[in-house]
Nanobody
Framework: DVQLQASGGGLVQAGGSLRLSCAAS????????VGWLRQAPGKELEGVSC????????YYDDSVKGRFTISSDNAKNTVYMQMNSLKPEDTAVYYC????????????????RGQGTQVTVSS
């Protein structure tokens, strides 16, 4: 079974940093793209970042480009997202997700999604 376990969320002041981790099992990064999605209260689920399975290309939503960095450690089957210069509008539940392709505009295309981790950025 595909399992994704996100961790690393918390409360941080605006301008601060957090690193999220996603421990994956039941598949390898050669099989699926892995990405991060988020959902703020009262808002729709949105794609944040993704790393592709074929060549390791990375993709970001415009709102986080230059501030967030996604990376993978294939030996540990873990994906990370370093989040710097956090803003209050980054407050959301962040989910790790896996799927065939990196399609950030269609977050539901990711067929697998783990439990989320809360990120709260105070102003």
């Amino acid at each position: 079974d595909v399992q994704l376990q996100a961790s690393g969320g918390g409360l941080v002041q605006a301008g601060g940093s957090l690193r999220l981790s996603c421990a994956a099992s039941g598949f390898t990064f050669d099989d699926y793209a892995v990405g991060w999605l988020r959902q703020a209260p009262g808002k729709e689920l949105e794609g944040v970042s993704c790393i592709s399975s074929d060549d390791g290309s990375t993709y970001y939503d415009d709102s986080v480009k230059g501030r967030f960095t996604i990376s993978s450690d294939n030996a540990k089957n873990t994906v990370y997202m370093q989040m710097n210069s956090l803003k209050p509008e980054d407050t959301a539940v962040y989910y790790c997700a896996a799927g065939q392709f990196c399609v950030l505009d269609e977050p539901l295309v990711f067929g697998y999604r783990g439990q989320g981790t809360q990120v709260t950025v105070s102003s």
